[in-house]
């Protein structure tokens, strides 16, 4: 059983650098066929796809959230991660690592979520 | 891109039948498939239907998928209501670069 599990700082200082780590159990991302995702529920609303990255390091992002948004990983770690700069009280969400099936595209399982606020 | 249009919520009584649009603004609705997700307060999404129609494992028979090329949409239908099936339930799908694109969200209350 695959098992997704986020990780980091749970309130960013606003113009400062989000930095999120989603460990990954049960499954290796260098086995391929997967993408290893970044997903945002600001609170009380729906979901928003941040982006993705294969384990060959392609990556995939939201082009509303392309200019400040890194997605890398480290298979060594069996991790990927999440870099969201100059970030503001809208970017205040719970943020969800998932992966994805590469031929259905299908988010198949889901960490838990992690909050993140952005406050001074 | 495109967007994905659910209605914000629906309502039903246990025993009935719903159905949860989510029409595509742009292209094709059979150009990519739809996913659906359910999720309940305070917790991550689970997968309803995959594929247009497919149902994951342990997902009741009472939820189904399709499209409709004539309206450009997707449906999922929970038929035999129950009370646990209230919850948040959300399209998904995706364009040719493979970017995400998730509908709004539909509120289903069993009352």
């Known amino acids: 059983q695959v098992q997704l599990q986020e990780s980091g700082p749970g309130l960013v200082k606003p113009s400062q650098t989000l930095s999120l780590t989603c460990t990954v159990s049960?499954?290796?991302?260098?086995?391929?066929?997967?993408?290893w995702s970044w997903i945002r529920q600001h609170p009380g609303k729906g979901l928003e796809w941040i982006g993705y990255?294969?384990?060959?390091?392609?990556?995939y992002y939201n082009p509303s959230l392309k200019s400040r948004v890194t997605i890398s990983v480290d298979t060594s770690k069996n991790q990927f991660s999440l870099k969201l700069s100059s970030v503001t009280a809208a970017d205040t969400a719970v943020y969800y690592c998932?992966?994805?099936?590469?031929?259905?595209?299908?988010?198949?399982?889901w960490g838990q979520g992690t909050l993140v606020t952005v406050s001074s | 891109n495109f967007m994905l249009t659910q209605p914000h919520s629906v309502s039903e009584s246990p025993g009935k039948t719903v159905t949860i649009s989510c029409t595509r603004s742009?292209?094709?609705?059979?150009?990519?498939?739809v996913q659906w997700y359910q999720q309940r307060p305070g917790s991550a999404p689970t997968t309803v239907i995959y594929?247009?129609?497919?149902?994951p494992s342990g997902v009741p028979d009472r939820f189904s998928g399709s499209i409709d090329s004539s309206s450009n949409s997707a449906s999922l239908t929970i038929s035999g209501l129950k009370t646990e099936d209230e919850a948040d339930y959300y399209c998904?799908?995706?364009?040719?670069?493979?970017?995400?694109?998730f509908g709004g969200g539909t509120k289903l209350t069993v009352l």
């Open positions: 998932a992966r994805a099936g590469s031929t259905t595209m299908t988010f198949d399982y």
């Open positions: 049960g499954g290796s991302i260098s086995s391929g066929g997967y993408y």
């Open positions: 990255i294969y384990y060959s390091g392609s990556t």
């Open positions: 742009s292209g094709s609705i059979a150009s990519n498939y």
């Open positions: 594929e247009d129609n497919q149902r």
């Open positions: 998904q799908s995706y364009d040719s670069s493979i970017h995400v694109v």
